[in-house]
């Protein structure tokens, strides 16, 4: 890269001799340099005069290449010298469909906060596809939300750190006669039309725990988005069975299963044994922080 550097100056000062002194090196040294990045690009670069020096055209063409090429290469330089000292950094993770963004967005932003220049990007999918993006290498973490008793092998291979946990609950529009309740039971969601949560795992143990006991389970309209699925609930479309803490956020209304204990809970998911950088360590560091144990919520709603 000095043969670009000591090019760029006799550009500047058409001078070998102003150049040698501006770069603070022998004068030899440069014109060795330059002959040198000239027998590279095939062609000299200057028409040296007793009394005057000029680009010839093919330096006049490679003048702004070689200027874009060194600005890259310091740039270069200095974000790596800020990501050695964790100034800067970038971090992608990946977020299950079904957690919502209040969920994650604050835990993101901490390490936004502790690292200045984090370039940070969010990819939500299906649990599997995100779980297989982290073990590719694709995401550097996860948002995960595993299900209780449903091992999964790959998980031996994660490090996981619970950011929260909330009970399940039945989440309707205002004005609901469930709204007369303090609290409701499976029964009282026979022939109740349901919404469904795609790409939330924890939909096939409720379906199963209403088939279990004969409840008819009216599965009528579904939908991936969370900001979706409060609307559709809020104009009565039906109601959903969501974590307390998605249902104060969307400030609906919701009562708690008293027969269906079913937790979701949300794991900030890395892979065991990798290497961190210093914005993913950050976002460990964090997270751990965050698993710290909180109060109960009230079964009320919010």
């Given at each position: 890269?000095?043969?670009?550097?000591?090019?760029?100056?006799?550009?500047?000062?058409?001078?070998?001799?102003?150049?040698?002194?501006?770069?603070?090196?022998?004068?030899?040294?440069?014109?060795?340099?330059?002959?040198?990045?000239?027998?590279?690009?095939?062609?000299?670069?200057?028409?040296?005069?007793?009394?005057?020096?000029?680009?010839?055209?093919?330096?006049?063409?490679?003048?702004?290449?070689?200027?874009?090429?060194?600005g890259a290469a310091e740039t270069a330089k200095r974000q790596a010298h800020s990501f050695r000292k964790g100034e800067m950094g970038q971090l992608t993770v990946g977020a299950c469909s079904s957690i919502a963004a209040e969920t994650g967005a604050p835990?993101?932003?901490?390490?936004?906060?502790?690292?200045?220049?984090?370039?940070?990007?969010?990819?939500?999918?299906?649990?599997p596809v995100v779980e297989e993006k982290l073990i590719a290498g694709d995401v550097d973490a996860a948002l995960l939300a595993p299900v209780a008793g449903k091992p999964d092998s790959r998980h031996d291979r994660f490090d996981l750190h619970t950011l929260?946990?909330?009970?399940?609950?039945?989440?309707?529009?205002?004005?609901?006669?469930?709204?007369?309740?303090?609290?409701?039971?499976?029964?009282?969601?026979?022939?109740?039309?349901?919404?469904?949560?795609?790409?939330?795992?924890?939909?096939?143990?409720?379906?199963?725990?209403?088939?279990?006991?004969?409840?008819?389970?009216?599965?009528?309209?579904?939908?991936?988005?969370?900001?979706?699925?409060?609307?559709?609930?809020?104009?009565?479309?039906?109601?959903?069975?969501?974590?307390?803490?998605?249902?104060?956020?969307?400030?609906?209304?919701?009562?708690?299963?008293?027969?269906?204990?079913?937790?979701?809970?949300?794991?900030?998911?890395?892979?065991?044994?990798?290497?961190?950088?210093?914005?993913?360590?950050?976002?460990?560091?964090?997270?751990?922080?965050?698993?710290?144990?909180?109060?109960?919520?009230?079964?009320?709603?919010?």
């Open positions: 890269m000095h043969q670009v550097r000591y090019f760029l100056a006799v550009a500047e000062h058409l001078n070998f001799t102003r150049a040698a002194e501006h770069l603070h090196v022998a004068q030899p040294s440069l014109t060795r340099a330059i002959q040198k990045l000239e027998d590279e690009l095939g062609g000299p670069l200057f028409h040296r005069e007793r009394a005057h020096t000029h680009l010839t055209e093919l330096g006049r063409l490679m003048r702004p290449h070689l200027q874009a090429t060194l835990l993101l932003a901490r390490v936004a906060a502790e690292i200045g220049g984090l370039a940070l990007q969010v990819e939500i999918g299906h649990a929260s946990e909330d009970l399940f609950c039945v989440t309707f529009a205002p004005g609901h006669r469930f709204e007369a309740a303090s609290e409701l039971v499976l029964e009282d969601l026979d022939s109740e039309p349901l919404i469904v949560r795609v790409g939330c795992r924890h939909e096939e143990a409720i379906a199963t725990a209403m088939e279990a006991r004969g409840i008819n389970r009216i599965a009528r309209h579904s939908c991936g988005d969370e900001r979706w699925l409060a609307g559709l609930v809020r104009e009565g479309l039906g109601c959903i069975l969501w974590p307390e803490g998605v249902a104060r956020t969307r400030s609906l209304p919701f009562r708690r299963l008293a027969d269906l204990p079913l937790r979701h809970r949300v794991v900030l998911t890395t892979m065991a044994g990798r290497r961190h950088s210093p914005a993913l360590a950050a976002l460990v560091r964090q997270g751990a922080r965050a698993s710290l144990p909180r109060p109960r919520s009230s079964p009320d709603m919010a």
